[in-house]
């Protein structure tokens, strides 16, 4: 190890760590490529030093070696990554397609595969009371966004803007990134994250603009933001603590800590015919096909497929009963709005007729004639009315009313 730190100012490396532009992946990247370095006891220039049958030799026994380690395809591949792209960047030799024959494909579900239940959430939200936790498991399960969105690049308050008459927040996803969409939290979600800011503020904490939304609560801590290993932990944490029933499915768990939310966000979106399935795909930071490429919905548009789905993301029951009757009793006094206008409109019209001559009568749909009621005609008067002259014909008498049609 101390052989492969001490190379880190060799041009070898700085060309690799300059070839990468996310922090994230870099970070990956550089774990792998520490990984084999130490496998094959080599530091960076030692490897570039190797000619092209020896090297092919290392790199096989090394993807042998962690496959009988039963690691899965992805996690051989995301070991060979950061190994790839250094002997790339360095225009070093190597045969990538024999290396990946060698990575059997899983043959089985593997790990990762459920997503969590409402319940589950609920007995991680019941396990704990700190309300950065609180607001973490709200967020994930709101967003349904990967654990890099916490710090690829930081997430801070200039990112989240508060909807208007809709008690939930707007968030920037990777900010000033081609990757950038926008994510929204439902108002049980906000109400957790604006609790969590107003313990920040009680506690003396200057939140600015520039402030991380989720900020580390260790003082020596290196960094002033929740990383993503620090999420891992405190969910790690709470998942222990909740006793959620979760099965060991390899070196994984059939509920992955964090895609378990991402994949409960994508089953809601896309099991909900109402959602448009393209902006579905935005708000999961999906790319596939020409939508994904030059689809571009407005961030108004966003937010309007997803307050439809708004309902079965929230977690806690009562808020969703809450939720059901609130959309009933707007539904009723749209209902009885259309009926009152109804009812207005034919009455006005009923009037009208006794001013022709033929005294046109209409009917309701009992078949029981529509009676002139004093109050609805001063209501039209002051409603939907103003004083005009109306000309029926030119060779017949003018008819002078208050009101116009």
Same mark, same amino acid.
């Given at each position: 190890m101390q052989r492969v730190e001490s190379q880190t100012e060799s041009r070898a490396y700085k060309l690799f760590t300059r070839s990468i532009s996310s922090p994230f992946t870099l970070k990956n990247y550089q774990y792998g490529l520490t990984q084999f370095c130490n496998y094959a006891n080599l530091n960076y220039d030692e490897i570039l030093k190797m000619d092209i049958e020896e090297l092919q030799l290392k790199l096989e026994n090394w993807v042998m070696e962690l496959a009988d380690k039963e690691l899965r395809h992805s996690s051989i591949l995301a070991?060979?990554?950061?190994?790839?792209?250094?002997?790339?960047?360095?225009?070093?030799?190597?045969?990538?397609? /024999?290396?990946?024959?060698?990575?059997?494909?899983d043959k089985d579900l593997g790990?990762? =595969?459920? =997503?969590?239940?409402?319940? !589950?959430?609920?007995?991680?939200? @019941?396990?704990?009371?700190?309300?950065? @936790?609180?607001?973490?498991?709200?967020?994930?399960?709101?967003?349904? =966004?990967?654990?890099?969105?916490? @710090? !690829?690049?930081?997430?801070?308050?200039?990112?989240?803007e508060e909807i208007p008459n809709t008690n939930c927040y707007v968030i920037r996803i990777y900010d000033n990134t081609k990757e950038g969409y926008w994510a929204f939290l439902t108002p049980e979600a906000s109400e957790a994250l604006n609790k969590y800011i107003k313990e920040r503020k009680f506690n003396h904490e200057n939140i600015t603009q520039e402030s991380p939304i989720f900020a580390s609560v260790e003082k020596t801590a290196i960094n002033p933001h929740l990383t993503v290993n620090s999420s891992y932990q405190l969910?790690?944490?709470?998942?222990?603590?909740?006793?959620?029933?979760? @099965?060991?499915?390899?070196?994984?768990? $059939?509920?992955?800590?964090?895609?378990?939310?991402?994949?409960?966000?994508?089953?809601?979106?896309?099991i909900n015919n109402e959602i448009n399935s393209n902006i579905a795909e935005k708000l999961m930071a999906h790319k596939k096909g020409l939508d994904g490429r030059y689809l571009t919905p407005t961030r108004e548009e966003c937010f309007t497929e997803f307050q439809k789905a708004i309902f079965d993301l929230t977690v806690d029951d009562s808020k969703r009963k809450n939720l059901k009757i609130e959309k009933l009793e707007k539904e009723k006094s749209e209902t009885e709005n259309m009926k009152e206008?109804?009812?207005? !409109?034919?009455?006005?019209?009923?009037?009208?007729?006794?001013?022709?001559? $033929?005294?046109?009568?209409?009917?309701? /749909? !009992?078949?029981? /004639?529509?009676?002139? $009621?004093?109050?609805?005609?001063?209501k039209i008067m002051k409603d939907y009315v103003e004083p005009v002259e109306i000309k029926i014909d030119e060779s017949l008498v003018k008819i002078k009313t208050d009101f116009n049609v």
């Open positions: 070991h060979l990554h950061g190994v790839e792209k250094f002997l790339d960047i360095n225009r070093k030799i190597f045969f990538r397609k /024999p290396l990946h024959a060698l990575i059997k494909h790990g990762g =595969s459920l =997503s969590y239940t409402n319940k !589950d959430i609920q007995l991680m939200l @019941e396990s704990t009371t700190l309300k950065r @936790e609180i607001a973490l498991i709200h967020f994930f399960a709101s967003t349904g =966004s990967r654990p890099q969105a916490l @710090e !690829d690049p930081i997430l801070r308050m200039k990112h989240l969910l790690h944490k709470i998942l222990k603590k909740s006793g959620i029933s979760r @099965e060991k499915v390899g070196n994984r768990f $059939d509920k992955a800590m964090v895609y378990g939310f991402r994949k409960r966000f994508n089953t809601i979106l896309k206008k109804f009812e207005l !409109d034919h009455q006005f019209l009923q009037m009208f007729a006794h001013m022709v001559q $033929d005294g046109i009568q209409l009917t309701k /749909p !009992d078949g029981k /004639p529509y009676e002139i $009621d004093p109050e609805v005609i001063k």
